[in-house]
């Protein structure tokens, strides 16, 4: 019959050809528009590219230029008061109900557009089709989606419509600033939803790309999964893609016992790992002896301080400064290792664009963390002289 459409598929039929064609715009979204077009962390073919770029016309009406600029933006003035769609400044919920609304507002700043929109496609076919008829596709995917599907394909077109500004506009740009995990603390409130990142193409994975934003992958831990990647690994096999860019490794040299400027720019390099392995080999272990060790009328204070001792500081609330000062005040040693951490992190924001100065400054607090008398800060400081730019064969 007419009203099913030329396809006349099944309800799970339907289902399915739904479910394919949005992950088809993820895929357009991740790959090509965030990873490539905002970030350039790798290179795609021509054809590829365009094939996306048609596809987003008809399945989200989005245009390059303006999406990257956003995107650049939001990663340059992130949790500030520029930032488009911060949820730390503009409320979680006005960013889960009006991500959609807050992207159309600033795709008309053409400042934003200048500053942030560089390199973006500029061809005959973005001039005169792409740009100049915006709804054009959308539109085209609606014909196109009735007539393959019949009356329910407006459903399915409802749907497609929808799955861009409630994913990635409302729940990544949302939720993905205000709870889930965190592996790395970067400088914003960026969180990893959940470790498999299928339904949004990885894109759960905030927290790694705002910690390495020009890494081609997402995942960094062994039991994460970023679907994106596996895209990008499929179109590189068949010559379709090259990385460029990848979070960087960080290699260690077992029996290396010296500071070097080998050792000093590795350190910096895997600023963000070795401050995660800080949390788990100094900061956790040490909590967990100083509650056994305190009087019951004072534990209470160590509810979440492995938390609070890790967080970056600039996202720490008012109440939570004073919940660490209180928790300092009962532990000699975690207001050693809380100063030592706080410390570490100002030797590369000090010192990165000079390698002498930087290499000086880690001997120094080697030094000091190996006189702490603190057995796990002492270990830490050992391990610190093990790293190296280059894997354990190349180095020794």
């Given at each position: 019959?007419?009203?099913?459409?030329?396809?006349?598929?099944?309800?799970?039929?339907?289902?399915?050809?739904?479910?394919?064609?949005?992950?088809?715009?993820?895929?357009?979204?991740?790959?090509?528009?965030?990873?490539?077009?905002?970030?350039?962390?790798?290179?795609?073919?021509?054809?590829?590219?365009?094939?996306?770029?048609?596809?987003?016309?008809?399945?989200?009406?989005?245009?390059?230029?303006?999406?990257?600029?956003?995107?650049?933006?939001?990663?340059?003035?992130?949790?500030?008061?520029?930032?488009?769609?911060?949820?730390?400044?503009?409320?979680?919920?006005?960013?889960?109900?009006?991500?959609?609304?807050?992207?159309?507002?600033?795709?008309?700043?053409?400042?934003?557009?200048?500053?942030?929109?560089?390199?973006?496609?500029?061809?005959?076919?973005?001039?005169?089709?792409?740009?100049?008829?915006?709804?054009?596709?959308?539109?085209?995917?609606?014909?196109?989606?009735?007539?393959?599907?019949?009356?329910?394909?407006?459903?399915?077109?409802?749907?497609?419509?929808?799955?861009?500004?409630?994913?990635?506009?409302?729940?990544?740009?949302?939720?993905?600033?205000?709870?889930?995990?965190?592996?790395?603390?970067?400088?914003?409130?960026?969180?990893?939803?959940?470790?498999?990142?299928?339904?949004?193409?990885?894109?759960?994975?905030?927290?790694?790309?705002?910690?390495?934003?020009?890494?081609?992958?997402?995942?960094?831990?062994?039991?994460?999964?970023?679907?994106?990647?596996?895209?990008?690994?499929?179109?590189?096999?068949?010559?379709?893609?090259?990385?460029?860019?990848?979070?960087?490794?960080?290699?260690?040299?077992?029996?290396?016992?010296?500071?070097?400027?080998?050792?000093?720019?590795?350190?910096?390099?895997n600023r963000f790992q070795i401050m995660a392995q800080y949390r788990k080999l100094v900061i956790a272990p040490?909590?967990?002896?100083?509650?056994?060790?305190?009087?019951?009328?004072?534990?209470?204070?160590?509810?979440?301080?492995?938390?609070?001792?890790?967080?970056?500081?600039?996202?720490?609330?008012?109440?939570?400064?004073?919940?660490?000062?209180?928790?300092?005040?009962?532990?000699?040693?975690?207001?050693?290792?809380?100063?030592?951490?706080?410390?570490?992190?100002?030797?590369?924001?000090?010192?990165?664009?000079?390698?002498?100065?930087?290499?000086?400054?880690?001997?120094?607090?080697?030094?000091?963390?190996?006189?702490?008398?603190?057995?796990?800060?002492?270990?830490?400081?050992?391990?610190?002289?093990?790293?190296?730019?280059?894997?354990?064969?190349?180095?020794?």
């Amino acid at each position: 019959m007419w009203y099913n459409g030329l396809l006349d598929l099944s309800v799970w039929q339907l289902v399915a050809a739904t479910l394919l064609m949005t992950h088809v715009t993820i895929v357009s979204v991740t790959v090509y528009l965030h990873r490539y077009s905002a970030h350039r962390a790798l290179e795609l073919h021509p054809a590829l590219k365009h094939f996306f770029r048609f596809w987003l016309w008809l399945s989200t009406g989005q245009n390059t230029r303006e999406w990257t600029a956003i995107h650049r933006k939001h990663h340059a003035k992130c949790e500030t008061v520029d930032d488009p769609h911060s949820p730390v400044i503009k409320g979680l919920g006005t960013v889960l109900r009006k991500g959609a609304e807050l992207y159309q507002e600033e795709a008309k700043n053409q400042e934003t557009l200048r500053i942030y929109g560089k390199n973006c496609p500029d061809d005959w076919m973005e001039r005169n089709v792409y740009s100049r008829y915006p709804i054009g596709g959308v539109t085209l995917m609606a014909i196109i989606d009735l007539a393959l599907f019949g009356v329910l394909g407006m459903t399915v077109w409802a749907i497609q419509m929808m799955w861009i500004p409630v994913w990635a506009a409302g729940v990544i740009n949302g939720l993905g600033h205000a709870v889930g995990y965190r592996n790395f603390e970067c400088r914003d409130a960026a969180t990893n939803l959940v470790p498999w990142g299928i339904l949004i193409g990885g894109e759960e994975l905030h927290n790694n790309h705002h910690t390495y934003p020009n890494s081609a992958k997402l995942s960094v831990k062994k039991w994460e999964f970023d679907m994106g990647w596996a895209w990008i690994k499929l179109f590189s096999f068949f010559g379709l893609a090259q990385v460029q860019r990848v979070a960087p490794i960080a290699h260690r040299v077992e029996g290396k016992g010296s500071l070097d400027m080998d050792t000093a720019m590795a350190i910096l390099n895997n600023r963000f790992q070795i401050m995660a392995q800080y949390r788990k080999l100094v900061i956790a272990p040490l909590v967990k002896q100083e509650v056994a060790k305190a009087d019951e009328s004072v534990r209470h204070l160590f509810r979440r301080a492995k938390r609070l001792l890790s967080r970056e500081p600039s996202l720490l609330e008012e109440q939570h400064h004073a919940r660490i000062s209180e928790l300092l005040a009962q532990s000699q040693a975690l207001k050693v290792i809380y100063e030592k951490r706080l410390a570490l992190q100002q030797i590369w924001v000090k010192t990165s664009s000079n390698g002498h100065d930087m290499l000086e400054a880690m001997k120094q607090w080697v030094h000091e963390a190996e006189a702490s008398g603190i057995q796990s800060l002492r270990e830490f400081a050992e391990q610190l002289k093990t790293y190296s730019l280059r894997p354990s064969s190349a180095a020794v």
